[in-house]
């Protein structure tokens, strides 16, 4: 029932209250600013129930300060600060009054608190219906106040997204600006700081099978042969060959597969440069990929996921800018028309039409022998597949096998039983043991029964120890079950001929190799090993499917040679991804890398030049 004292000696009933609860409700929410719906509630408090002074306190750490008061001896507590322990008691000057608080909080953080006070002696103290009265109205303010709080917010994403769209398209004006093609790399890093903040930032581009770090946010120049560029190159390579937008929150806590794959290979690089995370954003259309823009920050986490759709935005951007400038740098083709041009007036000389069937057939031999252009494969020698990363399986106790699940090439899951050692002893330590801990028990129970408190305390901690000593062999046979630390495929042969052997601790039962992704090692030979680079598309077949093309990427090129022969080769590895597991380890393979596109003239005359270049050194050195 809620009536307060002074409703009910004018006569107003329940309805009357409840009304005023309503009006007031509705007037805090027509309100739309916070400041005005704590004043409003400050007001309304005497609407509900009688009061001598009516105030709004704001916390301030662990104290409250009063912002605002009304009533009589509203000056005891105008713009006084109080520890918030304190302010539901009577303040110095409030002697002989009721106090009665009620915080105001909005989506579940306090924003103030309604405090009222009144004379014991005139209106006695605060009932259960006046307190309830005030909760209400302090919800409806929270209520109200976190309307606002949310409409707010939705005025400054609105706000927010007009603000991004306006940067993006100065952005793109200025990026479109130029057809100059190092004017364009530079504006689009420089202009990725207006909705990024990172340390470094960088945009390579794919030229004659290489992937070169072309400008850099606040450089003018390039030094290509600085080892942190060679080493944020090699990254943007990797990188670009995924395809798509890659992003590395934290170095040191990968937050999936890719992210850690790409750590393993670059984490050290990363470290010694200073990134903690990186953004790679792959330049491409329907034509391929063109390149890639990256920002790496020594920050965790250094975007939002909004950040990095803004970020997609200018790469598109970028890219449609890049192919432009490169169309218009092929386009004039200057040395070609100008031999056209000096052999214009002989062309002249010959009949129309066996002119223009001369110069057609000229354009045409011409354009297939240096347009047409195509990247030039180099056999991989010898190629084996190995699994990527593998964990070994050893049990943590010594005994006898005397049961293996598992056999060659079976597929588990981390946790997954790979082999038990028979615990028959362990088992009638653990019965035993648990015998004594009953007798100890009852033991203890005679000994109480009888009143020997001594005996009753020794039989207490021996049933202790013997409990610890259970717990322990529990913990023994437990790991008599030899589990497999990751999920993947068994890699040891036959591990089922190891039942009946004894294990000691630490000894290894079996391999689990992870085999979603495999490393393919391969040769290239000396002559060819310069036109491979990191992140160069690996092409292979194998015998079981040679109906389907695999690819993968290079990951690691040697820097010694494989052999010591007059045909020297050198190891190059690639990653190769194997989402269907239709790759084994082990199995043979025929690998080509793809590597700078090269036309038919260069590849015509590719082998005679490199004879005549030995040929001259030879002759003149």
């Known amino acids: 029932m809620l009536e307060s004292p002074r409703s009910l000696e004018r006569g107003d009933g329940l309805s009357r209250v409840?009304?005023?609860?309503?009006?007031?409700?509705?007037?805090?929410?027509?309100?739309?600013?916070?400041?005005?719906?704590?004043?409003?509630?400050?007001?309304?408090?005497?609407?509900?129930?009688?009061?001598?002074?009516s105030s709004i306190w704001v916390p301030r750490g662990a104290e409250l300060e009063c912002r605002g008061a009304i009533g009589e001896g509203s000056e005891a507590v105008s713009g006084r600060r109080v520890p918030a322990a304190s302010a539901d008691s009577p303040l110095p000057g409030e002697e002989g009054q009721a106090v009665l608080n009620s915080g105001i909080a909005a989506d579940g953080s306090l924003a103030a608190v309604l405090r009222v006070s009144r004379s014991l002696a005139g209106e006695g103290p605060f009932t259960d219906d006046e307190r309830e009265l005030i909760q209400r109205l302090t919800a409806a303010a929270g209520a109200a106040i976190a309307a606002v709080s949310r409409l707010a917010g939705a005025n400054e994403t609105a706000t927010a997204a007009a603000r991004d769209l306006a940067t993006i398209t100065a952005m793109s004006r200025e990026i479109t600006a130029t057809l100059d093609l190092d004017r364009v790399l530079r504006s689009v890093v420089n202009l990725a700081t207006r909705m990024l903040t990172f340390d470094r930032g960088a945009i390579a581009l794919y030229e004659h099978g290489a992937c070169d770090i072309r400008a850099m946010s606040g450089a003018e120049t390039i030094d290509a042969k600085n080892s942190q560029i060679q080493d944020l190159a090699v990254r943007a390579a990797w990188a670009a060959g995924r395809g798509e937008h890659f992003y590395v929150s934290d170095r040191d806590d990968?937050?999936?597969?890719?992210?850690?794959?790409?750590?393993?290979?670059?984490?050290?690089?990363?470290?010694?440069?200073?990134?903690?995370?990186?953004?790679?954003?792959?330049?491409?259309?329907?034509?391929?990929?063109?390149?890639?823009?990256?920002?790496?920050?020594?920050?965790?986490?250094?975007?939002?996921?909004?950040?990095?759709?803004?970020?997609?935005?200018?790469?598109?951007?970028?890219?449609?800018?890049?192919?432009?400038?490169?169309?218009?740098r092929h386009v004039p083709m200057a040395d070609t028309l100008g031999a056209l041009a000096a052999r214009k007036e002989r062309l002249l000389e010959i009949p129309r039409r066996k002119r223009a069937l001369v110069v057609g057939v000229a354009?045409?031999?011409?354009?297939?022998?240096?347009?047409?252009?195509?990247?030039?494969?180099?056999?991989?020698?010898?190629?084996?597949?190995?699994?990527?990363?593998?964990?070994?399986?050893?049990?943590?106790?010594?005994?006898?096998?005397?049961?293996v699940f598992v056999r060659e090439g079976s597929v588990v899951e981390r946790g997954a039983p790979i082999a038990h050692l028979r615990d028959d002893e362990l088992r009638a330590q653990r019965d035993a043991a648990t015998a004594e801990v009953s007798a100890a028990d009852r033991a203890a129970a005679m000994a109480?029964?009888?009143?020997?408190?001594?005996?009753?305390?020794?039989?207490?901690?021996?049933?202790?120890?013997?409990?610890?000593?259970?717990?322990?062999?529990?913990?023994?046979?437990?790991s008599a079950v030899v589990r497999s630390p990751v999920?993947?495929?068994?890699?040891?042969?036959?591990?089922?001929?190891?039942?009946?052997?004894?294990?000691?601790?630490?000894?290894?039962?079996?391999?689990?190799?992870?085999?979603?992704?495999?490393?393919?090692?391969?040769?290239?030979?000396?002559?060819?090993?310069?036109r491979v680079r990191l992140g160069s598309e690996v092409r292979l077949r194998v015998d079981a499917l040679p109906q389907r093309t695999f690819s993968g990427r290079v990951v690691s090129i040697g820097a010694l040679p494989a052999t010591d022969s007059a045909n020297v080769t050198f190891p190059v590895r690639a990653m190769v991804g194997n989402n269907g597991g239709l790759l084994r380890p082990g199995m043979a393979a025929y690998a080509?890398?793809?590597?700078?596109?090269?036309?038919?003239?260069?590849?015509?005359?590719?082998?005679?030049v490199r004879a005549m270049r030995l040929l001259w050194w030879r002759m003149w050195s």
């Open 18 to 53: 409840a009304e005023a609860l309503h009006d007031i409700t509705l007037d805090l929410f027509a309100s739309d600013d916070a400041g005005e719906i704590a004043g409003k509630a400050l007001g309304a408090a005497g609407r509900l129930v009688v009061v001598g002074t």
């Open 254 to 328: 990968p937050a999936s597969d890719e992210e850690r794959v790409f750590v393993q290979i670059f984490g050290e690089d990363m470290s010694r440069d200073n990134a903690a995370s990186g953004l790679y954003l792959p330049l491409k259309d329907e034509e391929g990929i063109v390149g890639i823009l990256l920002f790496e920050s020594s920050r965790t986490d250094f975007t939002t996921p909004r950040q990095r759709e803004l970020a997609e935005i200018l790469a598109n951007q970028a890219t449609v800018a890049v192919r432009n400038a490169q169309l218009y």
């Open 363 to 403: 354009v045409v031999a011409i354009a297939a022998l240096t347009l047409i252009r195509w990247p030039l494969r180099v056999d991989g020698a010898s190629p084996v597949f190995r699994p990527l990363w593998r964990a070994d399986v050893r049990p943590t106790i010594s005994g006898v096998i005397d049961r």
């Open 448 to 478: 109480a029964s009888r009143g020997d408190a001594a005996e009753e305390r020794l039989q207490r901690l021996r049933a202790d120890v013997l409990r610890r000593d259970v717990s322990l062999l529990d913990e023994q046979i437990n």
């Open 487 to 530: 999920s993947g495929v068994v890699l040891t042969p036959r591990p089922e001929e190891r039942v009946g052997t004894r294990a000691d601790a630490g000894d290894l039962l079996a391999i689990v190799g992870r085999t979603d992704s495999l490393e393919l090692e391969f040769g290239v030979e000396q002559r060819e090993i310069t």
């Open 592 to 608: 080509r890398v793809l590597t700078a596109p090269t036309s038919v003239l260069g590849r015509v005359t590719r082998g005679p």
